[in-house]
């Protein structure tokens, strides 16, 4: 089995500012991979970084970094420089590579809003 | 390029009436699977298939059923609605592998189900 847990329903950031959204996993499968996506508003999936389990370096893309601590089994995701169009669900995933391959798990998400 | 094309946006049943759900991808992904969203959870997983011919239960399977056509599409049948069916449903695709990016969805925009 495979779990994750975003344990912040709700956050607040000013614009131009940094945010840690925060996301921890449990799962069987020695190796696997974690994602974040974001949903806005208006209802769309877009996915915004991957880590492996065996990648030795944390995953960027852009503002957004993925602080992967494989021992603490956290993969919380970074925005640097928060800006308007950030305010949205953000969502932790995983996806095993073997027992539980072709299942991706979700949390539950967290709702960022940005402050101008 | 459309990506994942879902069908319908929106759709209100009667309870006990019947419906399915068509998804449709042209990204040549050998993945696709069918995730629902309610208010304040994440997604999950109801089927998938990993490949043309082969179709698995996910987390949430009661009440539903899927059929895999061909490699392009992927449908999600609701025999007898029930009001515990009222959700938002993602169709997805994904390639499957190792290497750096498999493995990512692909969403469609939603189908808003509603059963009264």
């Known amino acids: 089995a495979q779990k994750i847990t975003q344990t912040q329903p709700g956050m607040f950031v000013q614009e131009k500012e940094a945010v840690t959204l925060d996301c921890t996993y449990d799962?069987?499968?020695?190796?696997?991979?974690l994602f974040w996506y974001k949903q806005p508003s208006s209802g769309e999936m877009i996915f915004l970084i991957y880590?492996?389990?065996?990648?030795?370096q944390n995953a960027t893309e852009g503002r957004y970094s993925l602080n992967f601590q494989k021992a603490r089994k956290s993969a919380n995701l970074v925005i640097s420089a928060s800006q308007l169009g950030d305010s949205a669900m953000y969502f932790c995933?995983?996806?095993?590579?073997?027992?539980?391959?072709?299942?991706?798990?979700f949390g539950d998400g967290t709702t960022l809003t940005v402050k101008p | 390029n459309a990506g994942v094309t879902q069908t319908p946006k929106f759709q209100v049943l009667k309870t006990g009436q019947s419906m399915t759900l068509q998804c449709a991808q042209d990204?040549?992904?050998?993945?696709m699977y069918w995730y629902r969203q309610d208010p304040g959870m994440g997604l999950r997983l109801i089927y998938y298939?990993?490949?043309?011919?082969?179709?698995d239960k996910g987390e949430v399977p009661n009440g539903y059923n899927v059929s895999r056509l061909n490699k392009r599409e992927f449908s999600l049948r609701l025999e007898s609605a029930a009001p515990s069916q009222t959700s938002v449903y993602f169709c997805?695709?994904?390639?499957?592998?190792?290497?750096?990016?498999?493995?990512?969805?692909?969403f469609g925009a939603g189908s808003r189900l509603t059963v009264l």
């Open positions: 990204m040549n992904h050998n993945s």
């Open positions: 298939s990993a490949s043309e011919g082969t179709t």
């Open positions: 799962t069987s499968d020695p190796s696997y991979g």
């Open positions: 995933a995983m996806r095993g590579q073997n027992t539980n391959a072709g299942k991706s798990t």
């Open positions: 997805a695709s994904s390639e499957v592998g190792r290497q750096v990016g498999a493995n990512v969805l692909t």
């Open positions: 880590q492996g389990s065996y990648d030795q």
